[in-house]
């Protein structure tokens, strides 16, 4: 990483008088939408067994996730056209919709409901802040802001899975979701000040839009594949080549050109958030098992590296924030030589003859990874992107996150229906790593090459 000028004073970039009630809301709502993810899978088993949903167990994460990605590029379309208010202000009411109709469902088809509006909420509102910190925050400043919103991740990582089982087991899983809401009303008056306060958007006359159609199919394609994961049927299996050819074709609409090729610059960028977002969900959704399975952890411990996972990100996400000036291409480059370190010892911890205390080693490295990689993703994003084309390409990085996610996390489950089982995962995990280990590699090695040129 090139030069290492510190930046300014925290305080003067984040807490200027301008500047705090935008900082408190943007970090207020990130917390509370990173406890609702940690707390929510918490609560499924639960919740799914008293609304009698057992056989429908994976359909509120699909949910969330098809009315994530329809939302993520509406946004992306709506703020190019009016700007963030749209979204800033429409997102974060369909997310408290969501809750109560999920926190007060009767059976799964309101549960389903509920979390299709959450989902729905949540894609409006994260392309929103995305474009708000482009307006609030200048290109130097970024880092500041994007360290700030990994610790807001911190507390929920490390407290939100054990408070919502303790909701759960005491007051029950409903207040899991209902007790975000009175958070998430304040969170949407501090909006709708900051809103008043952003100048009138002027709309670029020759932006690229993505299609709401397009996105449709996109969601469809990822939630065939996600079901056909789970499925050991030839019917699953064609279901899952349909749905992977749809997806192929909706993305090439949906993403700037040249991404699914690498194009150094901005398809590069858009690349890396889908190889790194893809490459280490696949560790995360599997990670606990192994260390159940293979290394006989309990349930608490188990998760235990995840949230070491969160404080290395955290942490180094904090570093990366003090110094502005590092070349974000060389740190992004960096971001995934740590992470294909640490997915590397994900495959050692996959055998029974390695100890499970190196997965604690492989969090903390691969976590780091992560603090430093991703905010340069976001970077790297808001300077190549023209002004017109900032939702746009905004959407593009969080659908090519989801379905990276969706896709790597749907491959191991079918090595392990295939090769091993979940009472014996060692085989599925070690052929899993190798395939997220040259991942990360190709990733180092694009943005090697698109540094090189920079």
Request: proline share 6%; with cysteine; glycine share 12%.
């Amino acid at each position: 990483m090139s030069r290492t000028t510190e930046a300014p004073a925290r305080g003067s970039v984040l807490w200027a008088p301008e500047r705090r009630l935008t900082t408190v809301a943007l970090l207020l709502v990130v917390t509370l939408v990173a406890f609702e993810n940690m707390g929510v899978a918490t609560a499924m088993p639960t919740l799914v067994a008293e609304l009698r949903g057992l056989s429908l167990y994976a359909w509120p994460f699909v949910t969330f996730l098809i009315a994530s990605v329809v939302a993520t590029v509406l946004s992306g379309r709506m703020g190019d056209r009016r700007g963030p208010v749209p979204g800033l202000l429409a997102g974060p009411v369909l997310f408290t919709g969501g809750l109560v109709v999920a926190g007060t469902a009767s059976g799964m088809s309101l549960l389903l409901a509920g979390r299709a509006l959450q989902g729905f909420g949540s894609g409006l509102l994260l392309v929103s802040v995305s474009l708000l910190i482009a307006l609030t925050f200048t290109d130097r400043e970024r880092p500041v802001i994007y360290a700030a919103n990994a610790a807001a991740w911190v507390l929920p990582a490390v407290v939100g899975p054990s408070l919502a089982g303790l909701i759960t087991v005491s007051v029950g899983w409903r207040w899991v979701f209902l007790g975000l809401v009175p958070l998430v009303v304040l969170g949407i008056a501090m909006l709708v000040v900051v809103a008043r306060r952003l100048p009138p958007h002027m709309p670029a006359a020759d932006g690229r839009q993505a299609g709401v159609i397009m996105a449709v199919v996109a969601a469809l394609g990822v939630a065939s594949l996600t079901w056909a994961a789970q499925q050991r049927s030839a019917y699953a299996a064609v279901a899952g080549v349909a749905g992977l050819v749809v997806l192929t074709y909706s993305l090439r609409k949906l993403l700037p050109k040249g991404t699914l090729t690498s194009r150094p610059g901005l398809p590069t960028v858009v690349a890396s958030r889908a190889l790194l977002a893809g490459a280490y969900a696949g560790m995360e959704a599997y990670l606990p098992l192994t260390m159940s399975a293979v290394h006989g952890y309990g349930p608490a411990l188990a998760g235990l590296p995840l949230t070491i996972t969160a404080m290395g990100w955290s942490a180094a996400s904090a570093v990366q924030g003090k110094f502005v000036d590092w070349s974000r291409e060389s740190s992004l480059r960096a971001g995934f030589v740590l992470v294909a370190v640490g997915l590397v010892g994900f495959g050692l911890v996959s055998q029974p003859w390695a100890p499970g205390w190196i997965a604690f080693v492989v969090c903390a490295v691969g976590g780091a990874g992560m603090g430093i990689a991703m905010p340069a993703v976001s970077v790297l994003l808001l300077r190549y992107s023209p002004e017109g084309e900032r939702g746009f390409n905004t959407s593009a990085m969080q659908l090519a996150d989801w379905v990276g996610s969706a896709l790597l996390i749907g491959l191991g489950g079918v090595l392990l229906g295939l090769l091993a089982s979940a009472r014996h995962p060692s085989s599925a995990i070690a052929v899993l790593s190798v395939v997220l280990v040259a991942l990360a590699v190709l990733g180092a090695r694009l943005t090697g090459r698109w540094t090189a040129k920079v």
